[in-house]
């Protein structure tokens, strides 16, 4: 077990939804990162947030967006869901934005219908 | 554009096998190269990770090779067990950077 907790586990919405994930960070850490992962496919970085602000983001569109915070904690927020968004969504927290702390949660498991 | 080409695709071994997967990376700033095991519906857990600083780290019955001026990595499970069924992942990155390049994924079935 990582410490990294993902909810919900399991998610089925519509398209042009709206949906909130939610990650809780290993404790001590302070940056967490999202990834997309679509069935039989490697993760895809989404974005990663560090002290409460976004510290990069990977080639997805601004109806992807997120928060981070104080406690660390994050969400990741997708607007107009769309059928192509149906993957499942991993976070991990790390320390001071190193990778080579970071630590993978469960996920959330969406479906698009 | 992959930042990190893995292969094969699948792979099928008898228990007690030596299955060995193989990644290659062009971004020769890559500083970090983990390997992570995941189970359907779960999220992928770090099994073992290198610096390109040493070309072979071993724990347990996992294995990195890499071979820094071929730009090349590998992961090989000493004794192969049925409970090693599962999807494996190469991935780089910077270390002070903020993302994982991820391979495509390589399916492992071992055999009773």
């Known amino acids: 077990e990582t410490g990294v907790t993902q909810s919900p586990t399991h998610l089925i919405k519509t398209r042009g939804q709206q949906v909130t994930l939610r990650c809780s960070s290993q404790?001590?850490?302070?940056?967490v990162s999202w990834y997309q992962q679509a069935l039989g496919q490697g993760p895809q970085f989404i974005f990663q947030y560090y002290r409460e602000e976004e510290n990069g983001r990977g080639n997805f569109p601004p109806r992807f967006s997120g928060l981070q915070f104080p406690n660390y904690s994050s969400e990741l927020n997708v607007n107009a869901l769309e059928l192509d968004d149906s993957a499942l969504y991993l976070c991990a927290s790390g320390r001071g934005g190193s990778t080579d702390t970071q630590y993978f949660g469960p996920g959330t498991r969406l479906t698009v219908l | 554009q992959q930042q990190v080409k893995q292969s094969p695709q699948s792979l099928i071994v008898q228990k007690g096998g030596i299955p060995i997967i193989n990644c290659a990376y062009e971004?020769?700033?890559?500083?970090?190269f983990p390997w992570y095991q995941q189970f359907p519906g779960k999220g992928p857990a770090l099994l073992i990770a290198?610096?390109?600083?040493?070309s072979e780290k071993k724990e347990g019955r996992f294995t990195i090779s890499f071979n820094k001026s071929a730009k090349q990595f590998s992961l090989h499970i000493m004794d192969s067990q049925p409970g090693d069924s599962a999807t494996y992942f190469c991935?780089?990155?910077?270390?002070?950077?903020?993302?994982?390049?991820f391979g495509t994924g390589t399916s492992l079935t071992v055999i009773p």
């Open positions: 971004n020769t700033a890559f500083d970090y």
């Open positions: 290198i610096r390109p600083d040493v």
């Open positions: 404790s001590g850490h302070n940056t």
């Open positions: 991935a780089a990155s910077i270390v002070t950077g903020n993302q994982f390049y």
